[in-house]
């Protein structure tokens, strides 16, 4: 049984960063994507980035230049590195894990950006 688990949310001012990370247990093949999700309070989750495990990478407008998403050499765990934070990037932020044709969740951290 495939398992997420997130890390490294919390409460930043405006302008700061934080680095989430994400590790998995369980059986991880190789061919799979990893992503990270956010969903605001009365909102859609949204997808803010991903990356295969050929370490392509695909980032929504909105974080792109701010948020690097990043892997370990087993793909077994993947980060995100958020600089420039923002008010708007307050959400609590789901790790994902899409392989042969199954895919997984984690039960997401909050990520809170105010002064």
């Known amino acids: 049984q495939v398992q997420l688990v997130e890390s490294g949310g919390g409460l930043v001012q405006p302008g700061g960063s934080l680095r989430l990370s994400c590790a998995t247990s369980?059986?991880?093949?190789?061919?799979?994507?990893m992503g990270w999700y956010r969903q605001a309070p009365g909102k859609r989750r949204e997808l803010v980035a991903d990356?295969?495990?050929?370490?392509?990478?695909n980032y929504a407008d909105s974080v792109k230049g701010r948020f690097t998403i990043s892997s370990n050499n087993a793909k077994t765990t993947v980060y995100l590195q958020m600089n420039s934070l923002k008010p708007e990037d307050t959400a609590v932020y789901y790790c994902?894990?899409?392989?042969?044709?199954?895919?997984?969740w984690g039960k997401g951290t909050l990520v809170t950006v105010s002064s």
């Open positions: 994902n894990l899409r392989q042969w044709g199954m895919e997984y």
């Open positions: 990356i295969t495990s050929g370490s392509f990478t």
């Open positions: 369980g059986t991880i093949f190789s061919g799979n994507v």
